[in-house]
């Protein structure tokens, strides 16, 4: 068994042979005449097939086609490339520069452009594709497609039945092929070294997880094949519920958003449905560079992000770093227990600098919409006390500077027991709390995730555990604030039937989770446990039961 990492462009899990598809080398060194020739006959027939097929496209896939078809006929496109060939080029380079060019214009703008920018990338392999003739792959069997590039188009034309999923190096969670991969409702995983496999063997695609299994144990592909039937039909439904409005048991609204980490993440986000933003790890737009962003370059993110959902709420968290999280620019002090030292909160107020730039771009951002703040791993009132002199502090500086800022509400994050402990404590200082159920976990069991030897203590399910949740929700009630959670277990389906029932506010998870959700909470209904004497395989057996009924509503 080996497990290939990647990114999900979609969701869903699927089970079948690979079938990996070696695109032909293209050997394109023509020159001069016959180089413009052989554009103008590739053009003219690449325009043929996309107009033959443009009546039976979905919306999304005209859009993509009538794109390229624009960019085909486009003057100054032929015109620099007949220029590049003047030079001397051959027809392959002269094309790949060429497009590089346009490339680079959409590349500077927005991420919806920057999407533009991916379809010219492809467009340019359908040009060579045509040039040598090659076809599309015919599946005989169902199979897993997995190479090193699917483009959009080429995933349009590839017969259906017989597709299970797809698995390429290129292509980004907004581009084309993963847009209409959600369309298609087939699992596709983006990103992952598609190297080292070899083609005809046993694999699973696990779109929820962004993983690929290669010659899965019988176990796996036992679990799997549950998961598999039971997904088919509800991604299916899922994907009409994206924009239905789930209602708490009391009417009011039932908020399912979404854990993002970049601009990026958020137009996935507002695709899928999200009411809001639960979670922005802004830890994501630390990493990979080699300085750290500037409060100008932060500010426009948030503010994008903010005004993207406008009225429904988007919680910015401050820098969570320590722990496991290294930026690679900051020097960080050897800690004997770095787990139990300087993370989150703890790390913003030891080193205050890049803390209060980061404040006063969310302040400046906070202006014409509805950001919230959240600060991370709190565990005392004096923590928030600390941070918000420095939001203060800020304050000033921006004053100073003349610059336009607004106070959001301010949360915290629910990450030890401790916080829980300290509900009431935090009444008079903080606005709201967001559940952070993967550090609460380790904490309260004191169990690293990672370490196998202690795997059977990952019991998210313990009764005690679930107490310790309901006492969160209802000390936060009782106060009369709003509490969310952001950590993975909420996107788990029978926790969130928990969830829902305790009577949270929100439940925040990765996008492409979300309409599955929204699907789920069309037909929930409340489950009465009492935790008290209950043990683990009881409460599960309850879970399950009401987690059948509901399918049974939803059909499936
Ligand atoms: C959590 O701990 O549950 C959480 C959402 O924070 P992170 O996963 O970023 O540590
Ligand atoms: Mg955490």
Redesign the pocket.
């Known amino acids: 068994m080996k497990i290939i990492k990647g990114i999900s462009g979609s969701p869903g899990v699927t089970i079948g042979k690979v079938f990996l598809w070696i695109k032909k080398e293209k050997d394109l060194n023509y020159k001069g005449d016959e180089a413009k020739k052989i554009w103008r006959e590739a053009k003219e027939a690449l325009k043929e097939e996309l107009n033959n097929r443009l009546l039976d496209l979905s919306e999304t896939e005209r859009d993509l086609v009538n794109f390229y078809l624009l960019l085909l006929d486009d003057p100054t496109f032929e015109e620099f490339l007949f220029e590049k060939i003047d030079e001397g080029l051959d027809f392959k380079t002269a094309v790949e520069i060429t497009t590089e060019r346009f490339k680079k214009e959409f590349l500077n703008l927005d991420v919806y452009f920057k999407m533009r920018a991916q379809d010219i990338e492809a467009l340019k392999e359908e040009i060579f594709r045509v040039v040598v003739g090659e076809s599309y792959p015919s599946l005989e069997e169902p199979s897993i497609l997995v190479s090193k590039e699917v483009t959009p188009w080429q995933l349009i034309n590839i017969p259906k039945d017989k597709l299970l999923g797809i698995v390429s190096e290129k292509g980004g969670v907004l581009s084309h092929l993963s847009i209409i991969a959600r369309n298609l409702n087939l699992p596709l995983l983006i990103g992952a070294n598609v190297l080292e496999i070899k083609g005809g063997e046993l694999a699973i695609l696990d779109g929820e997880k962004g993983i690929l299994i290669l010659d899965p144990s019988s176990q796996e592909v036992e679990k799997y094949q549950r998961l598999y039937e039971r997904y088919k039909i509800l991604q299916k439904k899922a994907i009409e519920f994206k924009n239905y409005v789930p209602k708490k048991e009391n009417g009011e609204k039932f908020f399912i958003s979404g854990?993002i980490g970049n601009l990026e993440d958020a137009f996935l986000a507002l695709e899928q449905g999200a009411m809001g933003i639960g979670?922005f790890?802004t830890e994501f737009l630390f990493l990979e560079r080699n300085d750290p962003p500037s409060e100008e370059e932060q500010y426009e993110i948030y503010k994008k992000v903010g005004d993207l959902f406008l009225n429904y709420p988007v919680i910015i968290r401050t820098l969570?770093i320590g722990g496991d999280?290294n930026v690679p620019y900051i020097q960080f002090e050897r800690e004997e227990n770095p787990f139990l030292g300087l993370r989150g909160i703890r790390w913003s107020l030891y080193e205050k600098v890049l803390f209060k730039t980061q404040l006063k771009a969310i302040l400046r951002a906070s202006i014409g919409n509805n950001i919230h703040m959240m600060f991370?791993m709190v565990d005392l009132v004096e923590e928030v006390i600390e941070a918000k002199k420095l939001v203060k502090e800020a304050v000033e500086e921006l004053e100073k500077e003349g610059k336009e800022y607004k106070i959001p509400p301010i949360g915290i994050?629910l990450?030890t027991p401790i916080s829980i402990l300290n509900i009431n404590r935090f009444a008079d200082f903080v606005d709201f709390f967001s559940?952070?159920?993967?550090?609460?976990f380790q904490y309260t069991f004191a169990v690293d995730r990672t370490n196998e030897k202690v795997s059977y203590l990952y019991r998210p399910y313990h009764p005690a555990f679930w107490d310790l949740i309901k006492e969160a929700i209802d000390s936060a009630h009782k106060i009369g604030k709003w509490i969310g959670i952001?950590?993975?277990l909420g996107g788990d389906l029978r926790a969130f039937l928990l969830l829902y029932s305790l009577g949270i506010d929100e439940v925040s998870v990765a996008p492409l989770r979300i309409p599955i959700l929204k699907l789920l909470s069309s037909k929930i209904a409340k489950v009465d446990v009492s935790f008290d004497s209950l043990q683990e395989d009881e409460l599960l057996e309850v879970l399950d039961k009401h987690y059948q009924k509901i399918m049974e509503e939803i059909g499936s």
Do not use: I, Q
């Open positions: 854990n979670l790890r969570d999280k991370p994050m990450e559940l952070g159920t993967n550090d609460l952001c950590g993975e």
